[in-house]
């Protein structure tokens, strides 16, 4: 079965600095999606970036990109330039497609990122 | 658009009642899924459908049932409350049309059930 796994339940960064965020994940498929959403203290779950497993080039969304290693099952997520807004729960999620239109959509547990003035 | 909209935002209830969670999307997505969220696991899926009148189960199903009548509507109904259900509950739909496409969630519901 597929698993994601985020072994820092807490981060913390001060304002301006860059902070990197780790997840990984097991999985035997090839073709699959990674996300990373956003979760502010409103609970609305927000998408931050997404990346392709077939593609080599990691994704990037203004100060948000990722480090992608498919081998090493790694999908980091790397926030630049932090902003006292970007403190919320950040969930890793791993999707890939059954047969039948369906999906597997599985989230790591969180973490929690602190941004300090 | 309003996106997924979910209703209540709030509930408490007492052991053996049952209710319903209203969620509703108004972009026209075949897939919908219902999740819920405990602290330190993360949100685990319920049960989803890929279209009108298909319902699937997802993780975690027991003590829940749904039901698709239409493309817009995905109910999520407690058939007897109990303490381990408390917990929030999150819709989301994702247009089919595209692998790529994410999902889309609504804003929640908290519910407690004493």
């Known amino acids: 079965a597929q698993t994601v796994t985020q072994s820092q339940p807490e981060m913390s960064v001060q304002e301006a600095e860059t902070v990197t965020l780790s997840c990984t994940y097991d999985?035997?498929?090839?073709?699959?999606?990674l996300f990373w959403y956003k979760q502010p203290p409103s609970r609305q779950m927000i998408l931050v970036i997404r990346q392709e497993a077939y593609k080599q080039q990691n994704a990037t969304e203004n100060r948000f990109s990722v480090n992608f290693q498919k081998a090493a099952k790694s999908f980091s997520l790397k926030i630049s330039d932090s902003q006292l807004g970007d403190a919320a729960m950040y969930f890793c999620a791993y999707r890939n497609q059954l047969r039948g239109g369906s999906e597997k959509l599985v989230f790591g547990k969180g973490t929690k990122l602190t941004v300090n003035p | 658009n309003a996106g997924v909209t979910q209703t209540p935002k709030f509930q408490v209830l007492k052991t053996g009642q049952s209710m319903t969670l209203q969620c509703a999307q108004d972009?026209?997505?075949?897939?919908m899924s219902w999740y819920r969220q405990d602290p330190g696991m993360g949100l685990r899926l319920i049960h989803y459908?890929?279209?009108?009148?298909?319902?699937d189960q997802g993780e975690v199903p027991n003590g829940y049932n749904v039901s698709r009548s239409t493309t817009e509507d995905f109910p999520l109904r407690l058939l007897s409350a109990a303490p381990s259900q408390t917990s929030v509950y999150f819709c989301?739909?994702?247009?089919?049309?595209?692998?790529?496409?994410?999902?889309?969630f609504g804003p929640g519901t908290r519910l407690t059930v004493t």
């Open positions: 459908s890929v279209g009108a009148g298909i319902t």
């Open positions: 989301a739909s994702r247009y089919t049309g595209a692998w790529r496409y994410e999902q889309y």
């Open positions: 999985t035997s498929e090839s073709d699959y999606y």
């Open positions: 972009m026209n997505h075949e897939y």
